[in-house]
Each structure stands twice: as C-alpha cells, then as structure tokens.
C-alpha cells in the first residue's frame, strides 16, 4: 500500500461527485476529508423501527403461547423496549405461571425478574423507572449454568448493566426455569391464580433467544452519528434464535402476536386489535399526556396515555402533555367525546413561567391560552360534543390557531405575523398542550396517533402523523424526529 493512500477505506473503489478520481480500494486521506467536508461520506446505516403494540390495563389485553416442546430453560435472553404509561401499580412484561414460575414485571416504578414467585431466585431494583415520555430498552439475561453465581442472571436498562438491587438472590447453579418450557407463557400479563397484573404501556422489539446469554449490543446500539450524545437505540438482531426463540416486531395489524423469527412461535393475541398497532416507537416518539403532570388521581388517562377522563366534579381538573416546547409550529388535534351542561371540557396551550415545576393549581405559573366551558370558548368561538378541534401551536411568533371540524376559527394564515389570530401567547416561554374539565369529561388526544376514527389520513410536510384535518403549512406533528429538526 503506498504511504499516499493513507489506508482509509471509502465508500466505494471508484470515488464520484466534485473531487473525482480513482482508488482501488483505499483511499487518500486528503479525499476522505474533502469527502467528509462536503458532506458526501457515508454516515452509519440506520434501524427504523415501524411499529409497536399498545397495551391497556383496563382492557384486560395480553397475548399468550404453549410452546409445543421445551427448549433452553437455563439459557435464554429477553430483550424488549416498552414505553409506560406511568402506572404505580404491579404491570407484567412476561411471565410463565407454572410451580417455577418465571417472571419480569414492573412495580411502583421497580423492575422486578424472579422465578418461583421470587422463592427461587428474585432480584427488585433501586433504581426507579418511571418516565412516561421516554422508550426503556430492557434486557434479560439468564446462564444459570455460569460457576459465578452473580453472573447467572444480568439485567440491563438501556445499554448499561443494572447493579443495584434492593433484593438479590441468586439462582442455584443449573437451575432450571419455567421459561422455554412447554407451558404457557403471557406477554402483558400475569397469573395469580388467574390472568391478572396487566400491562399498560407500549411494546416494541420483543425478542426471545433461546439457548444463548447476550448483552445489549446485540439488540440496541449508542447512536451512531452523535456517538458522545450517549442516546440507545436499537438495531437489528443478526444472530439464531433457538428452538423456543421469537421475535415479535408487531407489524401485522390483522395479526399482532405473528413470530417474524422465522420458527413460526406466534402468540395468540386476546383484547387487542389493529387499533393498537402504533407508529409510536423507539426510533419515532411521539407526545402523549402525561400522569406526572395532572392534576389529581380523579384524573384518568388510558389508551397508552392518549385518552382523559375527568372523574371530579368539584372543579376543573387537567393534564399535560410529555412535550413542551420553546420554539417551532406544531399541530395536534384533540376530540370532545363526553362534553354536557355537568360534564365540561378545556382544552388548551399552556406557557410555563419556567421558574415553576408543577404547573396544576398554581394561577401565577401558567397562562391558559385555550377554549372551555359547556362547548364555550374565548371570543365566542363553540364547539360540542363530538368536535374535532385543531390547535396550530406558532411558538416561535406567539400564536395559537384553534379550529373544529375543518375550519378555523378566524383566519390561519401560517405565514410568520400574518393572518386573524385567534389568541396570543405571551413570551416565548416553554409551551405545552393540556386537557381537562370535570364531571364525566372525556377527550381523546391525536398527536399524530389518532385515537378516534380518521377518515382523511392526513400527514405533515415530513410525512409523519395522521390526522382528520390537513397539517397547516409550516406546522408539524410533535415527535422526536421533527423536534430535532425544528423545536
């Protein structure tokens, strides 16, 4: 190799584009940099991931399998990532319910792993897992078979090894669990002495490895491109899956509990529909309420965070959302589904006086740019029971635009300082959507995930979201990939 070549290898032998040349195989160091300067050089394949199943407590959803043999029971990996809904209370991710039982779970924010009802072997964390807003990746590693004991099970959260337990027992070596044995097993659920403990939350990338004790590089990778940003995601699995192993990617509507492993170990799916297959995953997040910014237990969000009831009658009642943002144009949707002369909704733009944390029951913290009452709003503007009302959310130049049903209240105009606006934010202050009401209240949120039926599947400018009504020019829905990009 000639010392001018450098050793650098490039994206192709035979180099194209402004800086010409040829290279057999290598390439100078002085072309990789013009190459790197001018934006031309390759960046890292990325994993997008489509889908993920959204699991409701109060639908009683989960999925289950008998396996037809027993494959590895002291050998295995589990790899998931899952969204809660913020839930205290216990919420299964797998579990296998036979005299041995193998279990993971998740309970007032502890992430539980134990077999034999934690008799056998049990391991509680210290650390707290409750954001609602973020995607967990979670592995399970199991080797009962290892001659250390505190390398026969290892737990790991977004790339990095959990080593502080608030309960640590060790399996036995060669134990013997009930995963991977020819008995049933529940995903979103558990059994004591009858199906129980449902999941609520999102699941996405639901792997199961049978006969093999891996880490999480073999599921999830530190972001390629911004590499010191710390930031797991996930990439694709390239390894066997063993005779009970599966891999559920959540892809088929008409079939949720589909093995795309390719040993055909699908799941039965009870409770779920093809409503529940979300676009909301670990690669595309998108905003949903939020319970750690409502207002009090008589608040209850469901549907993977995407619903509120009101259940108080004594006075309003909100909650907020896992976004708020200081800059951009952003649009979401919201539909009044209980709204009467006793059951009354708000819906509105709140901007933070970011000196404030909690911003529920404290008037000075907030300004509520918004509509509310029986159907009543700011300026006269109505809407009813059913409505379909449109925020197009200007942050950057102070505006919010509310609509129902298709038309505007007043004149949108996304051009910057132009158009009839309906109301006025104050100062560039953190911004956040936010519902409520009391009584019997109920709204149901589409931040580009709609929870009511839409008809017109419209989408932004980048292609993201589906909502009733036509995305303003300019305006986008609220997930990560456009707050990266605008917010």
Not at 12 to 41: E, H
Not at 264 to 276: A, C, M, P, R
């Amino acid at each position: 190799m000639a010392k001018r070549n450098g050793g650098i290898i490039g994206p192709s032998n035979v180099p194209t584009g402004q800086y010409g040349g040829t290279a057999s195989g290598v390439w100078r160091l002085r072309d990789a940099f013009n190459y790197l300067k001018a934006g031309l050089w390759p960046g890292f394949a990325t994993y997008p991931v489509g889908n993920s199943l959204r699991f409701n407590s109060g639908s009683s959803d989960y999925l289950n399998r008998t396996p037809a043999s027993a494959g590895n029971r002291q050998i295995f990996t589990v790899s998931l990532w899952t969204k809660i809904n913020g839930n205290t209370s216990r919420q299964v991710l797998f579990w296998t319910p036979q005299s041995s039982s193998t279990f993971a779970l998740m309970d007032s924010g502890e992430l539980r792993f134990g077999a034999g009802d934690g008799s056998d072997w049990y391991y509680v964390t210290t650390q707290l897992f409750r954001d609602p807003s973020a995607w967990y990746h979670i592995v399970f590693a199991v080797d009962t078979t290892q001659a250390t004991a505190s390398n026969r099970v290892k737990l790991y959260v977004n790339g990095s090894q959990i080593t502080s337990f608030s309960t640590t027992t060790n399996p036995t070596q060669n134990y013997s669990s009930a995963w991977n044995n020819n008995a049933i097993h529940y995903i979103g659920a558990g059994y004591d002495p009858s199906v129980t403990y449902y999941y609520g939350g999102y699941m996405s990338e639901f792997y199961n490895i049978d006969g093999q004790q891996l880490t999480p590089s073999s599921f999830g990778q530190t972001d390629p491109s911004v590499p010191s940003s710390g930031i797991w995601q996930p990439k694709a699995y390239t390894g066997s899956f063993g005779t009970n192993g599966f891999y559920l990617k959540f892809a088929n509507s008409a079939a949720l509990g589909t093995d795309s492993s390719g040993n055909g170990n699908t799941f039965t799916v009870n409770n779920l529909t093809s409503v529940d297959q979300m676009t909301d995953t670990p690669t595309l997040n998108y905003c949903t309420l939020t319970p750690l910014m409502k207002s009090t237990s008589d608040v209850v969000l469901t549907q993977g965070n995407l619903n509120m009831v009101s259940n108080f009658a004594g006075g309003w009642q909100n909650a907020g959302s896992t976004f708020a943002v200081k800059t951009g144009k952003w649009y979401w949707e919201a539909k009044a589904t209980v709204v009467s002369a006793t059951d009354k909704t708000s819906i509105s733009v709140v901007e933070f006086d970011t000196t404030q944390v909690d911003f529920i029951g404290n008037t000075n913290s907030f300004i509520n740019a918004g509509l509310s009452g029986h159907g009543a709003g700011v300026g006269g503007y109505t809407y009813a029971q059913g409505d379909i009302i449109m925020c197009a959310m200007d942050v950057t130049n102070n505006k919010v635009y509310w609509g129902k049903n298709g038309t505007y209240f007043g004149t949108l105009d996304p051009a910057a300082g132009t158009g009839t606006v309906t109301q006025t934010l104050n100062n560039n202050n953190f911004c956040m959507p936010v519902v409520g009401g009391y009584g019997g209240s109920t709204w149901e949120m589409n931040f580009g995930i709609p929870q009511f039926t839409v008809s017109s599947g419209n989408s932004d400018a980048n292609g993201y979201g589906n909502f009733e009504y036509a995305v303003p020019s300019g305006f986008y829905a609220l997930n990560t990939k456009n707050l990266a990009e605008f917010g």
